[in-house]
Nanobody
């Protein structure tokens, strides 16, 4: 069983930056694809970014391209989401998700579909004030 714990959320002014971290338990983190998702009040969960186990495959939702950067440090069992130039519409509960690496499909949909992930963190709130 893999446990994921997010941290780094909080209140940020519009235009500001912050970084989310997701620490994973276990010894097999390097074999996991990881993703970040978010859910705003009254809205459905939304894909934000994903990174494959080898860091070769990376995807972003269009609304964060050029502002957010996903990365991972396998030695620290941690995946990060650097969030720059934050906007009020980025306000949401941000979740980290993981699954054993895909040895087959590497299509975008396989990374953006939350139902394809097996493990989820408890979420960390990011609130961007205008």
């Amino acid at each position: 069983q893999v446990q994921l714990v997010e941290s780094g959320g909080g209140f940020v002014q519009a235009g500001g930056n912050t970084r989310l971290s997701c620490a994973a338990s276990g010894r097999t983190f390097s074999t996991y694809d990881m993703g970040w998702f978010r859910q705003a009040p009254g809205k459905e969960r939304e894909f934000v970014a994903a990174i494959g186990w080898s860091s070769v495959t990376i995807y972003y939702v269009d609304s964060v391209k050029g502002r957010f950067t996903i990365s991972r440090d396998n030695a620290k069992n941690t995946v990060y989401l650097q969030m720059n130039r934050l906007q009020p519409e980025d306000t949401a509960l941000y979740y980290c998700a993981g699954r054993l690496r895909s040895l087959g499909s590497s299509s975008r949909s396989y990374y953006t579909d939350g139902d394809k992930y097996d493990y989820w963190g408890q979420g960390t709130q990011v609130t961007v004030s205008s």
